[in-house]
């Protein structure tokens, strides 16, 4: 991997990689957790740069420049990042390049395309209300987080979002949108990728890497249940979780570990033993989190509003487990890991997706480490680390059914 500070400040990562495909992808230095007021504005942000261009009028003429190469394009945004990608042959890499900085230097943000973007925004949080599978996240974070702003939803609310004006994307946009402040990622096989790039990134500012206000949460003391209530569905959907450590913390990669064991597709703990063993659910799974200032780790399923009890218990039970993890169980956990990550290492945008986001943490070469650092965690280390944060008072977000 290669990595320079072009002349306008922004930061490249390029990663050689012999594939028929190329991916480009940008990673801004802002997210949810830096609003202050317009809660939201950094996702309108992603969907209004692709509503034109000074050079691509609308957004089909930006989509189909991507899309009539055989490429795919997509950007997310989170609580620490708003990211975009666009993946193409590798002979269409140009097209890539250019499309990417159009729509991050040259949007439009017209007046009526930020009122049409609102509905759309209303549509995708009434998505996510109406499913208990998404939503059950939103009850999670806002239990597991009393201070801290990832409590709130990355799309802000319906209020927050309809009093956005063009004016405030703008100012937004100018505030967070320039070369210091954002990395690129090319992952694939690329002649002369820095001329190229530093040629079409020719915009220029004087402003630094942003940085955002720690918040420190509270210590959590008790248990913490949120709960809602729905007559028109037959599941009922819970998430069991602990605050852990940021990504930079050595405890986080026997986090990792334990993500392996207990969530591991159909092999894993948790699924195991509430679907394989006792039929209690048809959904089971793991998810964890692990950012520059917050980790946590949780267990979700769908389950029978009569069974709540009996797997939460269950999940309790394997947490408990671990401080008593078998040698074998960590290294099954280590294998799977590593298959993971060498599976995902064949696609180009995983890898720029990676690279971009060790690189925000400080460290891009850290995405070349990683598996020797989960090769160094010890069962000891995997019962230190069970025992430490698993065994403090729990969060729960239930939406019950029928």
């Known amino acids: 991997m290669k990595r320079w500070v072009l002349k306008n400040g922004m930061t490249l990562l390029y990663e050689p990689k012999r594939t028929a495909s190329v991916t480009v992808q940008v990673l801004v230095n802002v997210g949810s957790d830096w609003e202050k007021r317009l809660f939201g504005i950094s996702h309108f942000i992603e969907h209004m740069v692709f509503e034109g261009t000074k050079k691509r009028k609308d957004a089909k003429e930006i989509t189909n420049a991507v899309e009539k190469v055989g490429g795919v394009s997509n950007a997310y945004t989170t609580n620490a990042r708003t990211c975009y990608h666009i993946k193409v042959p590798k002979k269409h890499f140009d097209v890539a390049l250019d499309v990417t ?15 049409r973007q609102k509905n759309i925004i209303f549509k995708e949080i009434d998505l996510v209300t109406d499913e208990p599978r998404y939503h059950q996240w939103i009850l999670f974070q806002k239990a597991l987080f009393l201070k801290h702003p990832s409590r709130n939803p990355t799309y802000g609310t319906r209020a927050s979002v309809k009093n956005v004006r063009s004016e405030d994307l703008w100012k937004f946009f100018r505030d967070n949108y320039y070369p210091k402040n954002m990395i690129i990622a090319i992952v694939g ?4 990728v820095k001329r190229k790039v530093e040629t079409i990134f020719n915009n220029k500012s004087e402003k630094k890497w942003a940085t955002k206000a720690i918040v420190h949460e509270p210590e959590q003391k008790s248990v913490r249940v949120k709960k809602e209530k729905r007559k028109d569905q037959e599941s009922t959907y819970l998430i069991i979780g602990h605050r852990t450590v940021p990504r930079l913390h050595k405890d986080s990669y026997a986090v990792d570990i334990i993500g392996g064991i207990l969530g591991r597709g159909q092999s894993g703990w948790m699924f195991d033993e509430i679907r394989n063993k006792r039929g209690l659910a048809y ?3 793991t998810e964890q989190a692990n950012e520059l200032d917050f980790g946590f780790f949780a267990t979700f399923s769908s389950v029978d509003s009569k069974n709540v009890e009996k797997v939460k218990e269950l999940i309790l039970q394997q947490l408990k487990k671990l401080e008593k993890v078998s040698r074998m169980d960590v290294q099954e956990a280590k294998t799977y890991i590593e298959g993971s990550y060498l599976l995902d290492s064949e696609d180009t945008q995983k890898v720029a997706d990676e690279l971009l986001f060790w690189e925000q943490m400080g460290d891009a070469q850290g995405h070349k480490r990683y598996l020797k650092k989960i090769q160094a965690v010890s069962v000891d280390d995997v019962r230190r680390v069970a025992k430490k944060y698993f065994s403090k008072p729990y969060v729960m977000a239930v939406i019950e059914g029928k």
Not at 102 to 114: A, G, H, S, V
Not at 189 to 192: L, N, Q, T, W
Request: proline share 9%.
């Open 283 to 285: 959904e089971v799974g």
């Open 101 to 115: 900085a159009d729509t991050l230097i040259n949007p439009l943000f017209r007046p009526k395309d930020t009122e």
């Open 189 to 192: 096989e690329v002649k002369d």
